[in-house]
């Protein structure tokens, strides 16, 4: 029975980790013009015979915003250009404009004109040629790391007619997609996206990594897939002798605010492995948490969120679970858990940009559990990928975590004991 879960789990994963196409096909690239590469430095001989090649399926190029109104049926491909790098006009752009192919730009908007970016002239040109520029924010900012203040701040188009947004690292959540869809036509997203949602809009399994794993990928040809099967790999074949709390710690079963469209995550801690996975379709999120250790917990949730309230239900080995969490007008959410008898209240917020604050107090027997992160004022322009942790269960315990793209590693270290902790993250 238990292997029989286990292998539907995988096969819903490797399901999960299948390209999206419905209808749109979209390529993101970012330096054109090179010796090869998947992202970064791809030849601009190699972008024309992509395009020739999927013509000759029937695709039919336009920009973003154009994708989302193309009657059903059309297969359209888009070529997103990320960051704004010049070589995009100097090596793509004459290869397109032959094809009479439009892309699609978004510029780090405050990188407009500096050295290696493009010119305001170089984007008025492209854009009177046909293609569309949107925005990469200001500074490329990891936006799931701010206020509502840095969201207007980022996401700011000053003035100019920017379509769409591509989310920095594909990083989102429901306060994000709300601030883009304030400006924006759309918002391009994680690899998977979310069918049918113009502010999740998949970015391809081609280019999950962004910037920070360009050089390793393009060597490499790494995508999301690899990440997904490592933690499902370790959570198949890991078991671990160890005493596991009888619920999942710090776990809000009607998260929505401060979810993307997915995440998965694999952590191992004193002997417990802790995985958990969030699906979000549109307003609902299947959540599946497993805990294994000397007690375990399997369960799952489904949510429906109905703004600013989140609902979830759902069944586990400790019996039936309800959920609701409540949104704090872009700051977060706080929640409340019923679970075998014991309920339990908690809180994420994001009170000032880079640092996030999570918490639970557990009414019967009582415990309090809680973390802050805070992303260090360092390498900006990657989004602050450098965090530093400090926690309380049942005794105080640090980490450090470092962020590539939409992937994380933390490292914990108990205080009061020698105890060592490793948590893996992966978002979509
Ligand atoms: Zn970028």
């Known amino acids: 029975m238990r292997l029989l879960f286990r292998c539907l789990i995988l096969l819903f994963l490797l399901a999960l980790s299948a390209p999206v196409q419905a209808g749109n096909l979209t390529l993101v690239y970012h330096q054109i013009g090179g010796k090869g590469g998947v992202t970064l430095g791809l030849p601009a001989e190699t972008l024309r015979r992509r395009v020739l090649a999927l013509r000759a399926r029937g695709y039919r190029f336009v920009t973003s915003s154009q994708a989302l109104n193309a009657p059903s049926g059309v297969k359209t491909a888009t070529l997103r250009f990320d960051d704004g790098f010049e070589s995009v006009y100097r090596e793509a752009f004459p290869v397109l404009q032959a094809l009479g192919v439009p892309g699609t730009v978004y510029p780090i908007l405050d990188l407009i004109g500096q050295p290696g970016h493009m010119t305001q002239a170089q984007l008025d040109e492209l854009r009177a040629a046909g293609w569309e520029i949107g925005s990469h924010t200001h500074t490329h900012a990891a936006l799931i790391d701010l206020t509502p203040g840095g969201l207007s701040r980022e996401l700011d188009p000053g003035g100019q007619p920017l379509a769409c947004v591509a989310y920095p690292f594909y990083l989102q959540d429901a306060r994000v997609r709300r601030a883009a869809q304030q400006t924006f036509a759309c918002g391009a997203g994680g690899a998977f996206g979310v069918r049918g949602e113009r502010y999740a809009l998949p970015g391809p399994l081609a280019s999950p990594w962004d910037d920070w794993l360009l050089p390793l990928r393009a060597a490499s040809g790494l995508d999301l897939r690899v990440p997904v099967l490592l933690a499902l790999g370790g959570n198949i074949l890991l078991d671990l002798p160890g005493a596991a709390p009888a619920t999942p710690p710090l776990?809000?079963?009607?998260?929505?605010?401060?979810?993307?469209?997915?995440?998965?995550?694999?952590?191992?801690?004193?002997?417990?492995?802790?995985?958990?996975?969030?699906v979000r379709q549109q307003n609902w999120v299947l959540g599946l948490n497993f805990l294994r250790g000397r007690e375990t917990y399997s369960g799952a949730t489904l949510a429906y969120h109905l703004h600013p309230l989140t609902l979830a239900a759902g069944y586990g080995t400790r019996g039936p679970v309800v959920g609701v969490a409540a949104a704090l007008g872009g700051y977060g959410e706080v929640w409340g858990r019923y679970l075998a008898g014991t309920a339990a209240v908690g809180a994420e917020v994001i009170?000032?940009?880079?640092?996030?604050?999570?918490?639970?107090?557990?009414?019967?027997?009582?415990?309090?559990?809680?973390?802050?992160?805070?992303?260090?004022?360092?390498?900006?322009?990657?989004?602050?990928?450098?965090?530093?942790?400090?926690?309380?269960?049942?005794?105080?315990?640090?980490?450090?975590?470092?962020?590539?793209?939409?992937?994380?590693?933390?490292?914990?270290?108990r205080l009061d004991r020698p105890a060592f902790g490793v948590r893996i993250q992966t978002l979509w």
């Not at 079963?253 to 004193?270: K, N, V």
């Not at 604050?357 to 390498?379: D, K």
């Not at 400090?390 to 590539?404: E, H, I, K, N, S």
Request: overall charge positive; aromatic content about 10%; charged content about 15%.
């Open 351 to 413: 009170p000032l940009d880079y640092l996030r604050l999570r918490a639970e107090y557990v009414l019967t027997p009582s415990a309090l559990r809680s973390e802050a992160q805070y992303a260090l004022p360092l390498l900006p322009g990657e989004g602050r990928p450098l965090r530093v942790l400090l926690g309380f269960d049942q005794g105080w315990y640090a980490g450090g975590t470092v962020r590539l793209g939409a992937h994380s590693a933390t490292l914990i270290s």
């Open 251 to 278: 776990w809000n079963p009607a998260t929505f605010e401060l979810l993307g469209s997915g995440s998965l995550s694999f952590g191992w801690q004193a002997g417990v492995r802790d995985t958990r996975l969030l």
